[in-house]
T-cell receptor, first 114, second 108 residues
């Protein structure tokens, strides 16, 4: 069965800290995505990656960076956390061979920045 | 800019009271329309994909339909366990564009 695993369900950090969110998928998917989800705004794309060491900016990349050193793992980095980055973060993956097939999501990381 | 909107924002139904959720999307370049269900504290779970106008897909009490400019998720005789947020998303060739969702509550 398809599985996308996010390392933490809940995370509390302080302003200015460097924060790492980890995501692992076991489906051998080429594409991986990071979204944030806020009430009334829906899912907004932060970054995506279509191959190892490749990345593309999404709609709201400011304040974030990503790393993809291995095909199965995609990390989101908050370089210097700020309170407006408090949100639910969702990781997803999809197959490049079937680009119009659905994305598969992890259960999210609820991040609070104090 | 590709856009996906959903209405209503929230919907409360009595158990057994059928209704429909709406998803409107930017028509140009759409390659697929997806419906997801999201329970509180969890990631979206895939329900349906629709590719062309006139297409319909069904799963239990849910039926998704697609016209040339919008999609509907029909819920027939809903049960309390159908309570969730329902998201639609358009696929435009590289990115998925998500709507804000409809929060459905089904009361016993």
């Amino acid at each position: 069965d398809v599985k996308v695993t996010q390392s933490s369900r809940y995370l509390v950090k302080r302003t200015g800290e460097k924060v790492f969110l980890e995501c692992v998928q076991d489906m051998d998917h080429e594409n991986m995505f990071w979204y944030r989800q806020d009430p009334g705004l829906g899912l907004r794309l932060i970054y995506f990656s279509y191959d190892v060491k490749m990345k593309e900016k999404g709609d709201i990349p400011e304040g974030y960076s990503v790393s993809r050193e291995k095909k199965e793992r995609f990390s989101l980095i908050l370089e210097s956390a700020s309170t407006n980055q408090t949100s639910m973060y969702l990781c997803a993956s999809s197959s490049v061979d079937k680009p119009d097939q659905p994305q598969h999501f992890g259960d999210g990381t609820r991040l609070s920045i104090l | 800019e590709d856009q996906v909107t959903q209405s209503p924002e929230a919907l409360r139904l009595q158990e057994g009271e059928s209704s429909s959720l709406n998803c409107s999307y930017t028509v140009s370049g759409l390659r697929g329309l997806f419906w997801y269900r999201q329970d509180p504290g969890k990631g979206p779970e895939f329900l349906f994909t629709l590719y062309s106008a006139g297409e319909e897909k069904e799963k239990e009490r849910l039926k998704a339909t697609l016209t040339k400019k919008e999609s509907f998720l029909h819920i027939t005789a809903p049960k309390p366990e159908d309570s969730a947020t329902y998201l639609c998303a358009g696929y435009y060739g590289q990115n998925f564009v998500f709507g804000p969702g409809t929060r459905l509550s089904v009361l016993p």
